[in-house]
């Protein structure tokens, strides 16, 4: 079993910075992308950003320029510097981490439980 802890969510204003993080532990191999998605009330879950196990980012355009993912393989941990922060940035973020154990294997995910995130404007 995998567990996956974010942390770092909170209150900010418009503007602002927060920093969230995710720990994962359990069962993980070296071959993992790990990232993040969010969910506003009354929409969907989308992705924001992913991080791969050799530190290839990818991001989605809403953030690009703003957030910034990292991770530390040795700790199994995920981090994400939001800057300047916007009202539509506000959502319940969760961490996600991306298994395959072998290279070529089926595909595993895990998701943490989310940490709310809200900007006011």
């Known amino acids: 079993q995998v567990q996956l802890v974010e942390s770092g969510g909170g209150l900010v204003q418009a503007g602002g910075s927060l920093r969230l993080s995710c720990a994962a532990s359990?069962?993980?191999?070296?071959?993992?992308?790990m990232g993040w998605y969010r969910q506003a009330p009354g929409l969907q879950r989308e992705w924001v950003t992913t991080i791969s196990g050799d530190g290839r980012t990818n991001y989605a355009d809403s953030v690009k320029g703003r957030f910034t993912i990292s991770r530390d393989s040795a700790k199994n941990a995920v981090y994400l510097q939001m800057n300047s922060l916007k009202a539509e940035d506000t959502g319940v973020y969760y961490c996600?981490?991306?298994?395959?154990?072998?290279?070529?294997?089926?595909?595993?995910?895990?998701w943490g439980q989310g940490t709310q995130v809200t900007v006011s404007s």
């Open positions: 996600k981490l991306t298994d395959r154990y072998t290279p070529g294997a089926r595909a595993y995910n895990y």
């Open positions: 359990g069962r993980i191999s070296s071959i993992n992308d």
